[in-house]
């Protein structure tokens, strides 16, 4: 058929032409683009006198038709047509619409059978060979269940020819328990009259091996409806649920592995997945980094291939079949299956182990004893390679399993070890920066807390377990009159920016502590440090905004006083002797960062002996239990702990954290307060008279021969005496001496407070001038030497080596 097509002249008649239909064509408006020569044998009409004219004219004055759907693809019905010579034909008609590429409505081709030969004959050769040559097994049971004819393809599936089964019930013929479930199929199709539709695993009497099958039971029935037997078809649905196992795997993989950022999991759990669905035993060497830069190895290693075995999986309790143990390191020459893979860059298989690795077994009876006795026959070695790394490799091996590995096989196993591969790369890579991170941040952490007449001290810091190293820190810090800062602090995020960003934070807190600030001028000076942090990281292009938390608290061991201020951290707990541990309501300020808000401190009296905790969030918030229970938690074990700091911080860590690690980092540290005696301090009021100086020096004098340090007194009364003058010629009433004694660390503290808050400041005295030495003076005498503003003024103070 052609448009306007010409069959004159044409040769014998085409057995497969399309004669034996009337066919035509009809565009998106109606008309006729093609014409059949079955169209003209139909209507008499030729060609020339339709193509090109509206189809329409065809239909018999009084046809109606039913037009399709605007999205219908097919149509069919009965209309009635007008012939050449006027007549009226009534036919059936086909239409299937073919839709073009350009989304254009697209043409119908009209299509109507020519020969009706009426109902088959009784004898219809091809009615026949439907039963005995369909290659779909099929067998038919008569009204008492039993067998009444078998096709040549159940024949085969049986093993057994069909005159000698002939009468037997299912059952009988397959003796097997799965038997039993195909014919109470075959008697529910029979009683009910519906089909049944089971799948079913066996072996079959001409089969070695049992797999799927989908078994559909469909009524007989006469001509007045009645069941008088079941026809039985069966199709062989290997290929499909190996299809579909495939896909389940590949789906399981894509959940399983992957699921923490440990290289010893990951591998793990691709052995877990591949066991049994893709073989009986499963082995993961990878290769150990470099030590230098700890970076991936080499994309295509040398021969021979040193390799670590990270993971191993086998159908069998305990691994029988593995040489090496998880963790040991094991050289494999270039016959080996790993190393041959890794060579060349792909997958390996050998269908054949003894034979195909006969090189390499024979230099290993052990290898060679373990193949032999669980009968391996099929072996695949499948390269781990990830962003153009080679990893190491994983090695399949079956033997309990009789099937060897397919070229399906080998696509899945690559697959899932492709999915595994990245997975490792990112838990390698992961693990660089966390130990990167890792250093970093213990490298700015204080090694050892300081010795300090005020304080007793402990401490713990644990990273993330699975997050990475955050930006928590904390910190002891000495002050002037042996009063000690106390800091804990939290930088948001994870990572070497979050532990740089805490090195920053942990710097400028002790910059700001040794000018002696107190704690909520200290966090609204760190609040403007981390504003700009924040504007220089966003001028960066850095990712995300720098913000932080922290607590400071600054104790005095003269007063036993103790203030606290913090921002947006989570506020501490003291336990006092005798007493019942308690939060202390310290002002929650804003986290650092927000800026433009300002912090509120609170002051204790503390008694001697009270136990301050002070951590980060990543102690008290987990999944475990809310932060209510952490903090009675943490509150009990403060109560009943009568070790020492150091026992307390342990156990508050086990008690509070989950056993696979914490989720945040964690910063803790606890401090047990303590007051310096009356007897180590000594305070006198100057009257603002340049005269009593030598009175001044005086006191100083005598009270240094009290505690019997009349060695240091030469220096104590030049510093005693330059500090008064200074004090009364420049500051303001009241002036007040204050000497305090640190036994332990052999230091004699000499502070002259004022009512004036300007600070003293060194300066270079010409040769002539009578004055400007004393504080030169002061700085060559003592060890250190500062100021420190007071609510009445400010204090000056220095400290003497007395030892």
């Given amino acids: 058929m052609s448009r306007h097509k010409d069959t004159a002249g044409q040769g014998p008649k085409d057995p497969f032409d399309d004669a034996g239909s009337a066919q035509a064509v009809i565009d998106s408006t109606g008309a006729v683009v093609e014409w059949g020569e079955g169209a003209e044998r139909l209507l008499g009409h030729a060609a020339p006198d339709v193509v090109g004219r509206p189809a329409e004219r065809l239909l018999a004055p009084d046809s109606k038709v039913v037009l399709p759907e605007a999205t219908a693809d097919r149509w069919s019905g009965c209309v009635t047509l007008r012939h050449r010579d006027g007549h009226e034909v009534s036919v059936w008609l086909l239409a299937h619409r073919s839709r073009p590429e350009s989304g254009e409505r697209g043409e119908w081709r009209v299509i109507c059978p020519l020969e009706d030969s009426g109902p088959l004959p009784s004898d219809d050769p091809l009615s026949a060979a439907l039963l005995e040559q369909s290659p779909c097994p099929m067998a038919i049971y008569d009204d008492r269940l039993r067998l009444h004819r078998i096709n040549e393809a159940m024949e085969r599936v049986i093993g057994l020819p069909e005159e000698r089964i002939r009468g037997l019930r299912l059952t009988e013929i397959g003796g097997k328990r799965q038997s039993e479930e195909l014919e109470r199929h075959l008697r529910r199709a029979f009683r009910t009259g519906q089909q049944q539709d089971v799948d079913i695993y ?120 593995a040489v090496i143990e998880p963790g040991e390191v094991d050289t494999y020459p270039a016959s080996s299956p790993q190393a041959d893979s890794l060579l060349a860059g792909r997958t390996t298989v050998r269908s054949d182990p003894v034979a195909a690795l006969h090189d390499w077994l024979a230099g290993d ?22 962003r153009g790394a080679t990893l190491g490799v994983a090695v399949f091996v079956r033997y309990r399993s009789p099937e060897p590995f397919t070229p399906e096989d080998v696509l899945l196993a690559e697959e899932i070890t492709a999915r595994a591969a990245v997975c490792v790369d990112n838990a390698r890579r992961f693990s660089r920066e966390r130990e990167t991170a890792l250093v970093l941040q213990r490298s700015l952490l204080p090694q050892t807390l300081p010795r300090t007449a005020a304080l007793q001290t402990a401490s713990r810091y644990l990273p993330a ?33 979050a532990s740089a960003t805490m090195g920053r934070l942990r710097t400028a807190v002790r910059t700001l502590a040794d000018v002696d600030l107190p704690p909520d001028e200290l966090l609204t000076h ?38 606290f201020a913090r921002a947006g951290h989570p506020p501490p707990v003291m336990a006092v002797p005798g007493g019942t541990p308690r939060q202390i309501d ?65 156990e508050l860590v086990r008690t509070l954290l989950p056993p696979d690690g914490a989720a945040d980092d964690v910063a803790l540290l606890l401090a047990r307060t303590q007051g310096l005696a009356a007897s180590q301090v000594a305070t006198w009021d100057v009257p603002p008279a340049a005269a009593l100086v030598a009175r001044a020096r005086k006191y100083a004098t005598e009270q240094l021969g009290v505690w019997g340090l009349d060695e240091a007194a030469f220096a104590a009364e030049l510093v005693v005496s330059e500090l008064v003058t200074n004090a009364i010629r420049h500051g303001s009433p009241p002036v007040r001496l204050r000497l305090i004694h640190d036994d332990d660390d052999a230091t004699l503290i000499c502070e002259v407070s004022d009512g004036s808050a300007t600070a003293p400041h060194l300066r270079r005295a010409k040769t002539y001038d009578e004055g400007g030495r004393g504080l030169l003076l002061v700085a060559q005498l003592t060890e250190r030497w500062g100021s420190r503003p007071t609510d009445e003024g400010k204090t000056i103070w220095a400290e003497l080596s007395v030892s």
């Fill in 202 to 321: 066996l072996r079959t009497g001409g089969e070695q091996h049992a797999h799927p099958w989908s078994a559909k039971f469909a009524p007989l029935t006469d001509a007045d409806g009645v069941v008088r037997g079941v026809c039985l078809t069966a199709h062989d649905i290997t290929e499909q649920d190996l299809a579909r196992q495939r896909l389940q795997l590949v789906n399981e993989a894509s959940i399983r592995i992957g699921t923490t950022l440990d290289v010893t999991r990951t591998a793990q759990e691709l052995a877990d997945v591949c066991v049994p669905g893709l073989a009986d035993f499963v082995s993961v060497d990878l290769m150990d980094p470099p030590d230098d830069s700890g970076d991936s190895p080499a994309s295509i290693p040398s021969a021979p291939v040193v390799l670590r075995r990270a993971a191993h999986r086998s159908i069998t309790p305990g691994c029988p079949e």
């Fill in 526 to 563: 760190l609040d403007d440090l981390v504003v700009r942090l924040s504007a220089e990281a966003g001028n960066g292009h850095a990712t995300g905004e720098v913000g932080a938390t922290c607590l400071y608290a600054v104790y005095d061991p003269v007063s036993r006083r103790c203030s």
């Fill in 465 to 497: 377990a699975r997050a990475g190293v955050g930006g928590d820190w904390f910190d002891v810090i000495p002050l002037s009159g042996l009063r000690v800062g106390m800091v804990v602090g939290d930088v948001v995020g994870h990572g070497i920016q």
């Fill in 586 to 650: 310290v002002p929650a300020g804003p986290p650092l960062g927000v800026g433009g808000l300002p912090f509120e401190s609170m002051e204790l009296e503390l008694p001697e002996g009270t136990v301050l905790a002070l951590c980060t969030d990543g102690l008290i918030e987990n999944r475990v239990q809310d932060i209510d229970g952490s903090y009675e938690l943490l509150c009990e074990v403060l109560a009943r702990s009568a070790g020492s700091l150091d026992e307390t911080c342990q």
């Fill in 365 to 386: 009876s052990m290898r060679t004893e373990r193949v032999k006795e669980y009968g391996v026959h099929s072996a695949m070695s499948v390269p781990i390679r990830a």
